[in-house]
């Protein structure tokens, strides 16, 4: 259903997206995951056509966005970071909007509008001003414009974010069932849970790149095998890392003069030999964090920082 | 097509759902069309006065000098009013005359022993022109008076010694026919050839109301445009120009419904407008049907321009200041806030060429008199090719403007 080859788009000097590639299919969920300004909106963007690639292919249902713009968006679905809804107008209205803008009318259009509004629990405010709603009904409406003409590629950019906890469960149902009826949805975010919840494939990605690519047991498993140990204090970059080569199944990650990241196998039985170790090459240790094995280790792990930094 | 039609029915719905940015554009012009009638108000163009006409002689020739104010045209211009001299005195004090005139007693006798007499003439200095008017009557009053002592002044010393003999009134009655003989030579006919030549008259200019319509009505237009193409930074702030991107439609229809949106509305606008001229102001309109065209016509085009105007802007707010100058500019000197009637030659043959000031006069021309068809097609035409360009420019900046 989705395939991007190879996208690479700048912004004169800014390499926004460099070369990501991924493949989707219907009735999956695809994660990009990574921090703000890794690149997930930018190749979103690409993939519906807001944005032309720099270079690369992206094909929708076999339909190259850039040769054939109109036919690939006739099948997709977005759901925009932002709160595209017209204000002013009703819930019902909107959703019979954004549905005719896909080609849907009359009796269709109507019964799809009302089924969309049941589902996202609207039904009983359609017609009051969107300017009226919550920022929960809100979301939730931004959600149904995107799946009232039914896509068979859905764009999720960020759908959660600033939502509260009984609209995000909400949320995340209305995505799996996009999936269950057969859409394909890729779904960015930074919010690692949600991703572990959600996703059947995942792709980290991280200055534009995707570090680490595959179905969410696999990305698991990867996590799994080392603790990260993070530690603060006052380091010598060069003679820690002297220092912790000597450690068997070590990886340094991130060092520099006041921080350090490690990749260790069995952290909590070897953190006495490796405080020493550090001791030994003149770095003190102020504050030391231990994370076990999760998609957020990973993420730390594959590129050295918080998802959230 | 359709999705045209969908988007033009969801702005149409935008704009009536915000009616107070929808009616302060309708009523402003109003206002300030009915207060600039209110400033220059022009009803009777003839000045009006009083005269305080103080008759102590109280005799046929004090009589007659007041009826000189009874005739046309100076009856029309000047009010007379008989009381005595203290009554008047305090009025004219406080103001409230053009002029006090006092006719002394005795006046009629100086007058036929043609001996020295003084009428006395008090003028309001606060008005200039019914005091004029006045001294002027009275000059040419007593001019004539003059020229009457002088042709029959021996004749009217009969009258004074008591009442005259039938044999006195028998000569005077001789001597004013052999009078009246000697001056048939010099005036029937005329000596003096008098060449008549008729001006062609002035055309009547149209009360102020009516003259400052057309400007008003194009100036609530061009305002009603200004705000609402200040939403197309709201739109881009909430994303819904990016979700139409995303659709299959193209940029044309979105922003075409936009467009027809605004001109329901100016439409409706347009036609009210010329209801309230039609009624209320007593206006002539000679070609409606084109008139209630060219409203919506102009009210999408001065859409089209302030889109153009908030694209080039860098944020909402200089996009708002720089429609708001241009909007105050164009109303200035292109016949909105005056009409180009009354502006200084220079300044209104530049107007004509402002965007509201061409779409002004060709609305007035619409208004006015007979248009001819050719003229009619080069005013729609140049509209139509005008806002064609820009719509195509706007819809390509849009695309590229909506993802920034």
Redesign the interface.
Known sequence: MLRVDQLRKSFGELTAVDGIGLEANPGEIYGLLGPNGAGKTTTLSCICGLLTPTSGHIWVNGHDVVRDGVEARRVLGVVPQDLALFEDLSARENLEYWGGAWGMRGQALTQRTTEVLEATGLLDRSKEPVKNFSGGMKRRLNFGCGVVHQPKLLLLDEPTVGVDPQSRVRLLELVREQARNGACVLYTTHYMEEAEALCHRLAIVDHGRIVAQAPLAELRAMAGERDVLRLTGTFSPPAVREALSREDRLEVIQIDETSATLSVADASRRLPAIFSAIHAAGGEIRDTVLRQPTLESLFLKLTGKELRE | M??LA??AR?DL??IL??PIALLTWIALPIIMNGMMALIFREGDPMPQGKLLFVDQDQTLVSGLISSAFSREPLSRMILVERMDEPAARKRIDAGDASAMLIVPKGFSDAFFQRKQSTLTLVKNPSARIVPEMIQQAVDIVLEGAFYLQRVLGPDFDRFTSGPPSDLAVAAMSVRTNQLMRQFSYYIDPPLIDLETKVIQQQKKRAPFPVLFFPGMLMLALFGLAVSRSEDIWRER????L????????NMASYFGGKVLALGAVTALIGALGLVLARYALSAEIHNPAAALLWAPCAGMSFYVLNIIIQLAASDPRSGVMLSMLILFICGMIGGSFFPFEMMPAWLAAIGRFAPNGWLVLRFKEMLQGPIDPVQLFYAFGTLVVLNGIAFYLICVRLRKW??A
Request: net charge positive; proline share 4%; glycine share 4%.
């Open positions: 359709r999705f969908l988007s969801k719905l935008r759902r915000d702030a909430q994303g819904t990016r979700r139409a991107l995303a659709t299959p439609q909506s993802v």
